[in-house]
């Protein structure tokens, strides 16, 4: 064979292989999602009517209605926050809600990790607290108005730079009420006791938000959030986001937000993957 031909064969071979490793690579990388996609989605199989997942991510407010029963839900993501030129990173931002009747779930948020955590008297990094938690449906009405009550209690297990050190409870009534054109209108009220060195330092919050389904799995919000503490000044927060439920048991998310007074963050972004499966099925446990 001439030189010539020589080197086309092997700028031949050389491009194969390169394509050859570009599929394996993009396919080790879909793999996961696809094993996620089947394992999560042959959970469903036995079941009539699949509930479509729905998550407290990403907006402030919480979903204003409960876990099916027997369905596992599990939150996660992670958020980048910047105020006064410093960003603080966290994650997995997990949250498990268990439905333990058709009208009470049972709630579990595991400890956050931070990284550049500002604890009121300097920065530090490390695991945050835990909390446990419940959600009672107060209203289900054929009008589409929901009401939940959710009560919570963290426990003070997080690093020293970053605990509160303290058993800090906390309670939160989201609503929601569905509007013409695929709009939702929702909102939450919330009391919490956060330990502040020494002391609690009372605090009331609340949300207000309008949400448009794009499409039927697809819909974004714009919200507002406002945080009043007894000591200090109001955090007020103009925050937006989207959702994406990838299939009726899988949803990303992604959200920023802006801060409002000066006693608020600058801004943060966020990110997260949430699924669910039916852990438990009607004949595995009591009538509700």
Not at 5 to 12: D, F, I, K, P, V
Not at 171 to 179: C, D, E
């Amino acid at each position: 064979m001439r030189p010539d031909g020589w080197a086309l064969a092997g700028r031949t071979l050389a491009t194969g292989i390169h394509d050859l490793r570009s599929k394996l690579v993009i396919s080790s990388l879909s793999l996961p999602w696809i094993f996620l996609a089947t394992l999560y989605g042959q959970s469903q199989a036995d079941a009539t009517t699949p509930p479509t997942i729905t998550t407290d991510r990403p907006a402030i407010t919480a979903s204003s209605v409960v876990t099916p029963r027997g369905y596992l839900v599990v939150e996660n993501g992670f958020t980048e926050t910047s105020n006064l030129g410093q960003q603080t990173y966290d994650l997995p931002e997990t949250l498990a809600r268990f439905g333990l009747t058709s009208k009470t779930e049972l709630r579990f948020t595991a400890p956050d990790y931070y990284d550049n955590f500002n604890n009121g008297t300097g920065y530090g990094s490390g695991w945050g607290d835990l909390s446990l938690g419940l959600k009672q449906q107060l209203a289900f009405s054929s009008t589409g108005f929901d009401a939940s009550l959710i009560a919570s209690l963290s426990f003070p297990t997080g690093a020293n730079a970053v605990s509160s050190h303290g058993y800090d409870p906390q309670f939160l009534l989201p609503w929601s009420h569905p509007l013409p054109r695929n709009w939702t209108a929702a909102g939450m009220f919330a009391l919490l006791w956060p330990t502040q060195g020494a002391s609690r330092n009372l605090t009331g919050q609340a949300t207000f938000l309008l949400d448009r389904q794009i499409i039927h799995r697809w819909d974004a919000f714009l919200e507002y959030a406002g945080t009043f503490p007894q000591h200090g000044g109001p955090q007020n927060l103009l925050h937006l986001g989207t959702a994406f439920r990838i299939t009726p048991n899988q949803q990303l998310d992604f959200h920023c937000g802006f801060g409002l007074s000066s006693a608020a963050v600058d801004h943060f972004l966020g990110f997260g993957y949430s699924f669910q499966f039916q852990a438990l099925h009607r004949g595995q446990h009591g009538r509700s």
